[in-house]
């Protein structure tokens, strides 16, 4: 099934399980065998899993889940109240309904989040598209402010990018990431980057090094 995320739990054993967190791995990086951001991402939920090992985690390739971008319907249906809807706006919300579901079943997301032309990759874009929605992720409260719905979760987000545009202006990947998890909610966003990666092997080899240091000592290991 295309949509079908792989749930397994850290622990190896499980005789009596009892969840103390729940982790959503997901990775957008076209790259499989030679992507910075999958190894990084892979190396977070290690050292988180390495703190509780009976944590359960969701893993979501975004690559290989077929995510529709917003068309006319599904605009339509996103922000249409649940009893209204009919069996076609249904139909349209089902990926978004099971994205939504993992996410706020989460109280760690991890991400592994190349940098593309400056920002997040189109399938992680897509992503947020279909979990950023009124009455399940924010809703309107009073005088019209609107509030996220998923407090007491963290994104460790892990970067890769062929040159160094952190903390420049054309960084348009992390400043967007704090701004729309910040909007729904989340009390942390947390970076492990690997920048420079077209500087040469040996530049590279550092970064991903140095990238990898910092989520250990994150992690006190």
């Known amino acids: 099934m295309p949509w079908g995320a792989v749930t397994r739990t850290c622990k190896r054993q499980v005789q009596t399980v009892t969840t103390l967190s ?3 791995h997901l990775d957008s990086s076209a790259r499989t065998a030679e992507s910075v951001t999958r190894l990084l991402s892979q190396h977070v939920v290690k050292r988180l899993c390495q703190l509780d090992s ?32 009919d069996e076609q706006l249904l ?13 706020l ?24 598209d279909l979990v950023v929605r009124p009455r399940k992720t924010f ?30 202006p054309l960084d348009h990947l992390r400043p967007y990431l704090e701004k729309v998890f910040s909007f729904i909610g989340f009390d942390e966003v947390l970076f492990f980057d690997a920048e420079r990666m077209a ?10 090094v140095a990238a990898t240091a910092c989520i250990d000592v994150h992690f006190g290991t």
Request: hydrophobic share 40%; proline share 4%; net charge negative.
């Open 54 to 85: 009976e944590a359960t985690v969701t893993r979501r390739d975004l690559t290989t889940t077929e995510l529709p971008h917003i068309n006319s319907v599904l605009a339509e249906a996103l922000f249409v109240q649940d009893d209204l809807l």
């Open 105 to 128: 079943a989460a109280e760690t997301v991890v991400a592994g989040i190349p940098m593309y032309n400056f920002s997040v990759p189109s399938s992680f874009k897509a992503w947020i």
């Open 199 to 208: 500087w040469g092997p040996d530049e590279k080899r550092r970064s991903i």
């Open 91 to 103: 139909s349209n919300l089902a990926l978004s309904n099971l994205l939504v579901t993992e996410l």
């Open 22 to 24: 729940e982790i959503l």
């Open 139 to 168: 809703r309107k409260i009073e005088n019209g402010r609107l509030e996220g719905l998923c407090q007491g979760k963290q994104l460790f987000a892990c970067t890769a990018g062929h040159g160094q545009f952190n903390n420049t």
